[in-house]
């Protein structure tokens, strides 16, 4: 998602969030990386609810409707607009214009034997547009990138008598985006790149013994996606591409005693009618020596068969497309290795996570020396340490948290042929926050800094733009008979920090490159009203 000010989920929506950084089991996700796992809300079966709210940039709407005596349709709405409160700030960077709009809809009922039914729909525009001003704030030039994204799922879940659980999941995703360069006014370029997702999926948890907690899985899916291009500073003009694959896994928690557990699974990709078999077996332990501290470790193998690559244009922008890995191209796979202990006590919780990761099979298009682009294949490599900590102060909370992170990449293409800092490789970041609840007054503070990400200049200067942000809110609530009421401000990037979006700068045909300023000093103020 581009507009940076927004999640990506409407929050109304929203029951649980799990972030599995690394190292996770094979029933979970199917990339390289990280996963975030949203689950939305079920909604009321039996009270109607409904919110509205309101501030300088965006309206959202939530509904909640009960339908018969156990089902419920669920809705809401988001749109947003050009802050008035928003400082256009003097400087040399570029601050670019978004617009995003989107429609969750669900609807949700149990049928016989308390079996759960849920039909969801997301819809969603985003755009975003960088411009090139002279001093007079007229057009030089621009680049312009909308993307749209729908998606549908029908899931059904069965409790059977004897303990255990069925899971039966269709769904459908596709996302669209559009790239259009402009110079002088002039259309200089368009480019129009698409992926698709269908999928069945049937998983099945046994009922759990003392020792043993066992799930098993079959996905069937299929992915295809587009590349177009009327640009004269590609070669690569017309691509479509599709695979088809299905997926068995296995995973089991063992309890071997109270003290130990270990959590293991395994992974296998078939893709058809290509020669091929992936294996992907992963393992990961957990040790509580007393009941307030633990030690911890993981690892596993992780294939990804569609990928999001850059492609350089005639200016040495990046454009991200999506491609399938098919017989063409070996899958992304990566290994992830974590190792961490955490300790929880007095409302104090703490915890050290070490971790180290390798990816290969990775491609990125670039200009070879014929001015064409031409296709490399490389490696990465992150390691780092995270250091989290919270603690609890009656009714307050805050929270920290360090990582010291290391990441590289080598491509075929390097000159030196050696490892080099990867786009995202930053040394140090720091994040804080707290909560101070004076119900019904709450007041929140965030802040984040990071030693910089490194830029090269065309002309080989190397630069390095450290990145701080501080937001501030406060909200207060009061409950009427018929309705509650929460309104206040928040401010973000209170103290004007000049930062840059990452990976985002662009470079114009006979202008100097410009960097993407991010969020600016922005004022909130805001009211919600719930039904």
């Given at each position: 998602k581009i507009n940076l000010e927004l999640v990506d989920i409407d929050t109304a929506l929203i029951k649980t969030i799990n972030v599995y950084k690394g190292a996770y089991n094979a029933d979970i996700g199917d990339r390289i990386g990280g996963i975030i796992d949203i689950k939305s809300k079920t909604g009321n079966f039996k009270t109607f609810q409904s919110s509205i709210t309101l501030n300088n940039q965006l309206v959202n709407a939530y509904l909640n409707v009960p339908l018969f005596s156990k089902a419920s349709f669920q809705a809401s709405f988001r749109h947003t607009f050009n802050n008035p409160l928003e400082i256009k700030l003097k400087t040399e960077f570029i601050q670019p214009e978004t617009e995003f709009t989107d429609v969750n809809l669900k609807f949700s009922t149990v049928l016989k034997s308390k079996n759960p039914f849920k039909i969801s729909f997301i819809h969603n525009n985003d755009s975003y547009k960088e411009s090139l001003k002279d001093k007079m704030n007229l057009q030089l030039a621009s680049a312009y990138n909308n993307?749209?994204?729908?998606?549908?799922?029908?899931?059904?879940?069965?409790?059977?008598?004897?303990?255990?659980?069925?899971?039966f999941s269709i769904s459908q995703s596709e996302l669209k985006t559009t790239y259009t360069n402009t110079l002088d006014l002039n259309p200089s370029g368009i480019t129009k790149n698409g992926v698709n997702e269908k999928s069945i999926r049937i998983s099945h948890r046994f009922k759990s013994t003392k020792s043993h907690q066992t799930k098993i899985g079959l996905n069937l899916i299929n992915n295809q996606s587009f590349f177009r291009s009327d640009s004269s500073s590609f070669n690569i003009k017309n691509i479509s591409e599709e695979l088809n694959r299905f997926n068995l896994f296995v995973t089991d928690s063992w309890h071997l005693n109270v003290k130990l557990i270990m959590n293991y699974g395994l992974k296998i990709e078939i893709p058809i009618n290509i020669n091929t078999m992936s294996i992907q077996p992963r393992i990961a332990f957990k040790y509580l020596p007393v009941k307030e501290f633990n030690i911890y470790g993981s690892w596993g193998i992780y294939n990804q068969f569609m990928s999001e690559m850059a492609v350089l244009d005639v200016n040495n922008n990046n454009l991200f497309h999506w491609s399938i890995l098919n017989e063409n191209y070996k899958p992304n796979q990566a290994q992830h290795y974590v190792f961490g202990t955490s300790f929880k006590q007095h409302k104090w919780q703490i915890s050290l996570e070490g971790f180290y990761k390798t990816s290969s099979n990775l491609l990125k298009f670039y200009v070879d020396g014929n001015d064409n682009i031409a296709l490399s294949n490389g490696n990465s490599r992150t390691r780092g340490l995270d250091l989290f900590l919270s603690k609890a102060l009656n009714k307050h909370r805050f929270w920290c948290g360090y990582t010291i992170s290391q990441s590289e990449e080598y491509f075929s293409y390097f000159v030196n042929k050696s490892w080099q800092p990867a786009p995202q490789n930053q040394l140090h970041e720091l994040k804080a926050a707290f909560v101070l609840n004076f119900k019904p007054v709450f007041i929140s503070f965030n802040?984040?800094?990071?030693?910089?990400?490194?830029y090269?200049?065309?002309?080989g200067e190397k630069i390095i733009f450290p990145y701080n942000r501080m937001d501030i809110a406060l909200k207060y609530q009061h409950s009427f008979e018929k309705f509650k009421i929460e309104t206040g401000f928040s401010i973000l990037n209170a103290l004007n920090q000049s930062n840059l979006r990452f990976n985002s700068f662009s470079n114009f045909p006979e202008y100097e490159e410009k960097f993407v300023f991010s969020t600016p000093f922005s004022p909130f103020v805001f009211i919600k009203i719930r039904f």
């Open positions: 993307s749209v994204q729908t998606g549908i799922s029908i899931y059904y879940g069965v409790n059977w008598n004897n303990g255990g659980t069925t899971d802040y984040v800094y990071g030693s910089g990400l490194t090269y200049k065309s002309n």
